[in-house]
């Protein structure tokens, strides 16, 4: 990995970052300096070519009542106790390492620390469901980080969290959705190659029509 710091970068240098292959999380930026491999793959989604397909239109309907609130981020207990339950769910089911309060404490106060981000809050009913970290760029947004409440799985809210940020991006008439890190045959990641038409960012930074493996 390679690291430099996001503290006070305006919106068209973070734009221009995130094209880059940069990623941010909190005051730095990062992205992948492998010399022999080239599994992670920055990608976007094409907005004014995307269309939903059958189980994301499915994905749309389920959540068509679910209530979307955007503001700046802020620390709450709702906040940290879902931090901690999606953790600790991923703990269980892909092996990820376990978390507590003061970890989820302090991620949550990282993720919102940067001037350029909104936090996405969603709620069932009254009851905070998911969140939603996305940095604001002028060409489009770009999902930093989201966690979600492992017992409202019905409403695939991983998938829910990215379809609203591409579809709220081309509403405000904006080009891309950039959706982080693509890595082919991992679960945490690979999800990311079914939103499409989308492309793909070369080891030489140029970027490709990405061909998802469902395709071939």
Not at 62 to 67: C, D, V
Not at 105 to 130: F, K, P
Not at 157 to 180: D, F, K, P, Q
Request: net charge positive; hydrophobic share 35%.
């Amino acid at each position: 990995m390679e690291y430099t710091s996001a503290k006070g970068i305006s919106k068209i240098q973070l734009q221009e970052c995130i094209q880059q292959g940069w990623r941010r999380q909190g005051a730095m930026l990062f992205r992948t300096a492998c010399k022999s491999c080239n599994a992670c793959q920055s990608l976007r989604v094409i907005l004014s070519t995307f269309e939903p397909n059958r189980s994301q239109r499915r994905v749309i309907k389920a959540n068509q009542n679910t209530r979307l609130e955007i503001r700046k981020p802020s620390l709450s207990i709702d906040k940290v106790l879902l931090s901690v339950l999606h953790h600790n769910h991923h703990s269980e089911q892909k092996d990820w390492p376990a978390t507590t309060p003061a970890s989820a404490i302090s991620q949550v106060r990282m993720l919102g620390t940067e001037q350029h981000i909104e936090e996405w809050s969603y709620y069932i009913d009254e009851t905070l469901v998911a969140v939603n970290f996305v940095d604001v760029l002028e060409e489009g947004l770009s999902g930093v980080y989201f966690f979600h409440h492992p017992d409202y799985r019905k409403y695939s809210l991983g998938t829910w969290c990215v379809l609203s940020m591409i579809l709220r991006a081309r509403e405000l008439g904006m080009t891309y959705a950039y959706l982080g890190f693509y890595v082919a045959g991992c679960r945490s990641m690979e999800y990311k190659g079914r939103f499409g038409p989308a492309e793909i960012l070369t080891p030489d930074r140029r970027w490709i029509p990405f061909e998802s493996p469902e395709d071939k």
